[in-house]
């Protein structure tokens, strides 16, 4: 079973990763985030769930307005052919949310790091960084030091690369 919003907040104040959480109506997509989240401080991401031909999973979080080459950026992420979109089965198996709700945090989920996550450079020069805690009904903010340590603590080595 994936691990519940309240199970991520354990894990980061058992790092001792201090963070703050607004709660909203559901957004599925970066227009609707922009138009309901209010006043929330920090760099807002875009998660691209990612797949190449031979299985290899990427979770690319960008900032919001970002801009992202789908047809060049395998070359920048390591992937073993072009990219496409990963499927819903897949991206509830490794990172345990819906389309919608893809985050950074979902790492958690991705116990056997089967997933490459690669952060924007651009998006991580912010020094808070807002993502959904598992589910797309709520934005949690975190410090950019604090995310980095929290994908290290969820057994992943964060590659930060500028692909926007």
Do not use: C
Not at 69 to 78: A, F, M, R, T, V
Not at 90 to 101: Q, S, Y
Not at 105 to 134: C, Q, S, Y
Request: glycine fraction near 10%.
């Amino acid at each position: 079973m994936p691990k519940t919003e309240a199970e991520l907040n354990a894990f980061l104040a058992d790092l001792g990763i201090s963070v703050s959480t607004v709660r909203h109506p559901p957004l599925f997509t970066v227009a609707d985030s922009q138009g309901l989240r209010g006043d929330i401080p920090g760099g807002h991401t875009k998660n691209l769930f990612l797949k190449d031909k031979k299985d290899n999973y990427f979770l690319v979080t960008v900032g919001e307005d970002a801009v992202v080459d789908l047809k060049q950026i395998h070359h920048l992420i390591g992937a073993a052919s072009r990219v496409s979109f990963g499927k819903p089965e897949m991206l509830m198996e490794l990172l345990g949310v819906i389309p919608g709700a893809v985050t950074v945090f979902g790492l958690i989920n991705d116990t056997e790091g089967r997933v490459k996550v690669v952060l924007d450079e651009a998006l991580m020069g912010h020094d808070i960084i807002n993502g959904h805690p598992l589910t797309n009904e709520a934005t949690t903010s975190i410090a950019a030091g604090d995310l980095i340590r929290f994908v290290k603590a969820t057994g992943h080595d964060p590659v930060i690369l500028k692909v926007s």
